[in-house]
């Protein structure tokens, strides 16, 4: 396929050019499903290649799973950091995650991943725009009402769920921020 050719040959040419960590940003995904699609699956295995280290999503616009693919982390989907989408705002349009990979230098220039962190977010409308980290929020700190604590929760909730898409809770080294 031309397509990962061309994705495989700027790859190592970022390697060539220096590049210790290489990091695959991939604009795929159908659009406001949680689902990973033929064509993410089809892509996929491009995180075999030892030129890639790390594959992070978008396009989806709501959370899709994360999975370790030949021991290169995936998240397929990372959902929204800063836009309700629609007026009024969806919930499944609000939700997003951040993720972390810490990378340990094994030898000089070389670089491996250590676990993924999934941090699932909120994106807030009101008063203004702000990226909520939803582990801290669901804290009952008392400045939330009982409603806003239960909507928050449920996100969290299904954040979870919907990253777990393809088993990732059973892989080692990934863990969901509580």
Known sequence: ?????????????????????V???LHW???????????????????GSSDIDLVLGHHAHVVQPMDLVEDTWVAYGLGNQIAGQSSPPIDS??????????FTETEPGTWEAGGLQAVPTWVEVEPDYRVVDLASAVEDDGERSADELSVLEQAYARIGGHLDGEGVSGQEGFQLVE
């Open 1 to 21: 396929d031309v397509y990962k050719r061309q994705i495989l040959d700027e790859a190592a040419r970022a390697r060539e050019a220096g590049a210790e960590i």
């Open 23 to 25: 990091v695959l940003s």
């Open 29 to 47: 995904g159908t659009e406001y499903s949680h689902e990973v699609d033929a064509d993410q699956r089809e892509l996929v295995d491009l995180a």
């Open 93 to 102: 349009r609000r939700e997003g995650v951040m993720a972390q990979v810490e």
